[in-house]
């Protein structure tokens, strides 16, 4: 990895309103070293898509508990991919049953982590996945 941090913006999609699980893991990632943009509550996947493209992250991370996870992730990925970003992975964290973490995989979603994951895990696979070219 190069001596360039990671950057990741964290976002809430759609009408969920609930945000104390991505800020916990917005602090998590800070605390490993990663530059961190939080887009706030209630963003539609064109906003996060495009705030992903403008910011130039390496990844998007969506907490989402609203279980629209199979139509709003999709369509990020989507907005990205029209936007030039296909490069930015996209994870998801919260509230997604275990049946649709392999569809979510086929859609383009990087990763699925459950509630309850150890932040330690997302900054594994953060740091694992995530090489930043030299400036």
């Not at 982590?113 to 900054?123: A, K, N, W």
């Amino acid at each position: 990895m190069s001596d360039q941090r990671i950057r990741v913006l964290i976002a809430k999609v759609g009408l969920d309103g609930h945000d104390v699980g991505a800020r916990v893991v917005a602090r998590g990632l800070l605390d490993a070293g990663m530059e961190v943009i939080f887009t706030g509550l209630r963003r539609t996947p064109d906003q996060i898509a495009s705030a992903a493209v403008d910011e130039d992250v390496d990844v998007v991370g969506v907490s989402i508990l609203s279980g629209a996870h199979m139509v709003l992730l999709p369509r990020i990925r989507a907005r990205l991919d029209a936007l030039g970003g296909n490069d930015i992975r996209i994870i998801a964290g919260g509230v997604v049953p275990q049946e649709d973490i392999e569809p979510l995989y086929t859609a383009g979603i990087s990763r699925v982590f459950l509630s309850g994951t150890p932040i330690r895990d997302i900054v594994d696979y953060l740091r694992e996945t995530c090489v930043r070219p030299a400036a």
